[in-house]
Structure formats: structure tokens, C-alpha cells
């Protein structure tokens, strides 16, 4: 997955990379800046989701695309499909740009609102990687885990670096008998939760 990636692909990555680089640097205002994972992480989740059972991927908060395209390589391994979403209009235009220069639009699918106004009518999904503002975390995870394919995975981003503000998904998910989860110290810290099969 990692030793050929598209052209296009990796040229876009590297694009979003340099731009969220100086989007930290420069003192762009949060709701503007890219926020995205490093690149550890988009591998993590990329490794993740091509082991994930059958299913479709949704992702909940796309930015400008740059996680999505890690777990493009995991759909196009796969043979399944992205559904990602995003609530702002222009992080939703820069996200479709992304998925149009890298080649991606066959396997990813964009849908610009407030992800929990969609994810009832998401079902088997095999793996979810959620990376939105924190104070949707445990709705989001709610309306997920029920939703999940047996073995399915989700993955929760900042779950070091914003442990505080999260600690009531954190704790919730930790000791939630639908799922094995724990907490992996890569990139921002990432909890892990994998749905139970019985
Ligand atoms: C940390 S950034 C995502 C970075 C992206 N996953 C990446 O690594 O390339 C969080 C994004 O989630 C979006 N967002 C926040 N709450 C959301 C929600 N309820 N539904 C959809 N998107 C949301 C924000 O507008 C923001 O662009």
C-alpha cells in the first residue's frame, strides 16, 4: 500500500502537508487552518483500514482531504468506499479539490453538514475514523458503535493531546463491553475500539 502510491496522490499529500505546516506556523485562525493528522497517523489508520472486516469507511471531519486519501489506498486495497464529511462549506471546496487532483473520486464520496445528521442511515461500517470538534466525540461514537460491522474498528483522533475534554467518551468507550478498546500513543494519541463480535 505504502511502496505505490499514485503520483497524483502523493503530490496532493504533499501539498496538504506543506500548507498545514504553514498554516502552524504563520498563526492562521483555527477555524482556517488545515488541522490535519500527521503522516504516522494517516499510515496508522491506512494499516487499520485494509485489515478492517467488509464494509464501508466513513470518516467524520474531512478539512481539506488529507487523512481521506490515506484510507483511499485502504479502499482501493479493499475493493469498498470513503464516506466523509465535513461541516464547513469551505474546508468541504478545498476537500473536493483535493479528491479530484489525487484521482480519488471513484473511492471517496464528500458530504458537506454536521455528520450526526447522517450517520443513523450508515450501517455494517467496517471502519470509522472520527476527527471532529471534541465536543461531538460522544455523540458521534454513539450513534457509530451500534453501527458497526462485528470486528469493525474506530479509530478517535486527539485522544492524548485533548485527553481532558474527552475523558467522558474516553472513559465511556474504555469500559463499554460492545467494544475492546484502548488508547495508542501515536501522533496525537489514537483510541482504538474494535466491535465485538458476540
Ligand atoms: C481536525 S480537522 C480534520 C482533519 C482531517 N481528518 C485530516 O487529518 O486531514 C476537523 C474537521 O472536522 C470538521 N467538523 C467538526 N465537527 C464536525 C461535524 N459534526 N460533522 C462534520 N465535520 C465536522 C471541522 O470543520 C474540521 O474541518
Same mark, same amino acid.
Given at each position: 500500500?505504502?511502496?505505490?502510491?499514485?503520483?497524483? &496522490?502523493?503530490?496532493?499529500?504533499?501539498?496538504?502537508? *506543506?500548507?498545514?505546516?504553514?498554516?502552524?506556523?504563520?498563526?492562521?485562525?483555527?477555524?482556517?487552518?488545515?488541522?490535519?493528522?500527521?503522516?504516522?497517523?494517516?499510515?496508522?489508520?491506512?494499516?487499520?483500514?485494509?485489515?478492517?472486516?467488509?464494509?464501508?469507511? &466513513? *470518516?467524520?471531519?474531512?478539512?481539506?482531504?488529507?487523512?481521506?486519501?490515506?484510507?483511499?489506498?485502504?479502499?482501493?486495497?479493499?475493493?469498498?468506499?470513503?464516506?466523509?464529511? *465535513?461541516?464547513?462549506?469551505?474546508?468541504?471546496?478545498?476537500?473536493?479539490?483535493?479528491?479530484?487532483?489525487?484521482?480519488?473520486?471513484?473511492?471517496?464520496?464528500? &458530504?458537506?453538514?454536521?455528520?450526526?445528521?447522517?450517520?443513523?442511515?450508515?450501517?455494517?461500517?467496517?471502519?470509522?475514523?472520527?476527527?471532529?470538534?471534541?465536543?461531538?466525540?460522544?455523540?458521534?461514537?454513539?450513534?457509530?458503535?451500534? +453501527?458497526?460491522?462485528?470486528?469493525?474498528?474506530?479509530?478517535?483522533? +486527539?485522544?492524548? +493531546?485533548?485527553?481532558?475534554?474527552?475523558?467522558?467518551?474516553?472513559?465511556?468507550?474504555?469500559?463499554?463491553?460492545?467494544?475492546?478498546?484502548?488508547?495508542?500513543?501515536?501522533?496525537?494519541? *489514537?483510541?482504538?475500539?474494535?466491535? +465485538?463480535?458476540?
Amino acid at each position: 500500500m505504502f511502496y505505490n502510491i499514485p503520483q497524483a &496522490i502523493l503530490a496532493r499529500m504533499r501539498h496538504l502537508e *506543506e500548507r498545514d505546516a504553514m498554516d502552524r506556523a504563520d498563526g492562521t485562525a483555527r477555524l482556517q487552518r488545515l488541522r490535519q493528522v500527521p503522516p504516522e497517523t494517516g499510515k496508522f489508520i491506512a494499516l487499520l483500514a485494509a485489515s478492517a472486516p467488509d464494509g464501508a469507511f &466513513i *470518516e467524520i471531519g474531512t478539512s481539506a482531504g488529507y487523512s481521506a486519501l490515506w484510507l483511499a489506498l485502504a479502499c482501493r486495497l479493499r475493493g469498498t468506499t470513503l464516506t466523509t464529511f *465535513e461541516l464547513l462549506p469551505e474546508k468541504a471546496r478545498m476537500a473536493e479539490e483535493t479528491f479530484r487532483a489525487a484521482g480519488v473520486r471513484d473511492v471517496v464520496t464528500l &458530504i458537506q453538514g454536521d455528520a450526526r445528521d447522517y450517520l443513523q442511515d450508515h450501517k455494517d461500517i467496517a471502519f470509522c475514523f472520527l476527527d471532529a470538534e471534541k465536543e461531538s466525540y460522544s455523540d458521534c461514537y454513539e450513534a457509530v458503535v451500534p +453501527n458497526m460491522a462485528p470486528g469493525g474498528l474506530l479509530v478517535a483522533d +486527539n485522544a492524548v +493531546n485533548c485527553r481532558e475534554t474527552l475523558k467522558p467518551m474516553l472513559d465511556r468507550a474504555l469500559s463499554d463491553d460492545r467494544v475492546d478498546a484502548l488508547v495508542v500513543p501515536i501522533g496525537k494519541g *489514537e483510541l482504538v475500539c474494535r466491535r +465485538n463480535t458476540q
